[in-house]
T-cell receptor, first 114, second 114 residues
Framework: GESVGLHLPTLSVQEGDNSIINCAYSNSASDYFIWYKQESGKGPQFIIDIRSNMDKRQGQRVTVLLNKTVKHLSLQIAATQPGDSAVYFCAESRLAGSGDKLTFGTGTRLAVRP | KAGVTQTPRYLIKTRGQQVTLSCSPISGHRSVSWYQQTPGQGLQFLFEYFSETQRNKGNFPGRFSGRQFSNSRSEMNVSTLELGDSALYLC?????????????FGPGTRLTVL
């Protein structure tokens, strides 16, 4: 498959455990945040998003936490499964006003041990 | 429903040449965005088109250009290729501009510049 990143930080977790992937963003004006999953040989896939007026949002087995004070975003995956193995990216955008565009984090590789 | 398709999937060019990549969005999607992905820089936004108009552009030199046709298909062109242009070029489509939570990515075109 395609090599997404040769030197990405890697998080190794046991199947069934919870995973926490962290992301620091840079622009304090960003008001919209997204987490993506990218499997080998595929394009990124939207997982969950959150707006800056929230600090937590839950989806199916995933939770995103936003701490605007320290410009930190995290993705929690409950009961991690082998199919969760992938590279995870956060992205930020500023929806207010014109010229919004996504800025991506460097990514974290999640490896699930059976 | 067919997903986003990109052609070609793989391409090898030499420095100084130009290249054109094609993206066919999901049927009914009118917004197409292009991204460059490299191990060193990660994912970077190139440009977004909606209804045949460039709506937004990232921080790339003028050698990178694009267009969108009336059927929403999009092409991007890179002229005077440089070694650093070697990357995975991803296209994503959505119904409306900046609808990131409804945006679907294609598998990408892997460009190698020799």
């Amino acid at each position: 498959g395609e090599s997404v990143g040769l030197h990405l930080p890697t998080l190794s977790v046991q199947e069934g455990d919870n995973s926490i992937i962290n992301c620091a963003y840079s622009n304090s004006a960003s008001d919209y945040f997204i987490w993506y999953k990218q499997e080998s040989g595929k394009g990124p896939q939207f997982i969950i998003d959150i707006r800056s007026n929230m600090d937590k949002r839950q989806g199916q087995r995933v939770t995103v936490l936003l701490n605007k004070t320290v410009k930190h975003l995290s993705l929690q995956i409950a009961a991690t499964q082998p199919g969760d193995s992938a590279v995870y990216f956060c992205a930020e955008s500023r929806l207010a006003g014109s010229g919004d565009k996504l800025t991506f984090g460097t990514g974290t590789r999640l490896a699930v041990r059976p | 429903k067919a997903g986003v398709t990109q052609t070609p999937r793989y391409l090898i060019k030499t420095r100084g040449q130009q290249v054109t990549l094609s993206c066919s969005p999901i049927s009914g999607h009118r917004s197409v965005s292009w991204y460059q992905q490299t191990p060193g820089q990660g994912l970077q936004f190139l440009f977004e088109y909606f209804s045949e108009t460039q709506r937004n552009k990232g921080n790339f030199p003028g050698r990178f250009s694009g267009r969108q046709f009336s059927n929403s298909r999009s092409e991007m062109n890179v002229s005077t290729l440089e070694l650093g242009d070697s990357a995975l070029y991803l296209c994503a489509s959505s119904l409306k501009p900046s609808s990131y939570n409804e945006q679907f990515f294609g598998p990408g075109t892997r460009l190698t510049v020799l």
